[in-house]
């Protein structure tokens, strides 16, 4: 349905509007996108039936975003939004690199205006890789990989990172997580030829575990 599109699109717009640093302006959209959610008929219905006037009707959209409404239903695109992604490109690369870190935008915004985080510094390693990359998507896709591949070795990483890797990027792999079984703190191991488990006690002895099976511990080994 295009009321579901057109949201995503709202949705999306009001994350780029907070990365740019505007206030009041996110909360309209996300606004105007959960009407268009709950809206128990098609948007493009309603245009039809009364032009721009009917989807002026719906609760919380407003002259502004009805407009943009409008302009999707007649071209299939929003024009505001593609301005607002080319203008975004660099500042959603470093939002998403910290992301991965675990560092929201609004912990972002302000570790970097206490000076814990220099953001300039970011910047032109994000232009370069959008650059390389070809598109905002791309460059995110690689940060992605990387950050797997990356955090499952406990590594640190940087967007700098992702150039160096980026010609095996197709070849990063997060490190398999290996569990093994435990017994009140002891080591377990399976004997394939006499189908048992045996708990490895201190001295390195074998016992035989006669225990349940609830209560073998599946501890990851990194």
Known sequence: MNNKKIAKIFYEIAELLEIKGIIFKPSAYRKAAQSLENLDKDVSLLYKEKGLAGI?????????????VKEYLDKGKIKYFEELKKETAIQQVITHYFETK???????????????????????????LVELAGSVERAK?????????????????????????????????????????????????????KRKWYVIDEGGNWLEFAGKKEEIEWRIVK
């Open 56 to 68: 002026k009707e719906i609760s919380g959209i407003g002259k502004s975003i009805s407009e943009k």
């Open 102 to 128: 675990g560092v929201s935008l609004t912990e972002l915004k302000r570790n970097a205006k206490k000076r814990k985080i220099v953001y300039s510094r970011f910047t032109r390693p994000a232009k370069e």
């Open 141 to 193: 896709k690689a940060i992605d990989k990387v950050a797997e591949w990356a955090n499952s070795r406990g590594l640190d990483y940087a967007i700098e990172t992702v150039f160096k890797k980026w010609l095996e990027l197709d070849k990063l792999k997060p490190k398999e997580i290996v569990k093994k079984p435990y017994f009140l703190g002891n080591l377990m191991v399976w004997s394939e030829t």
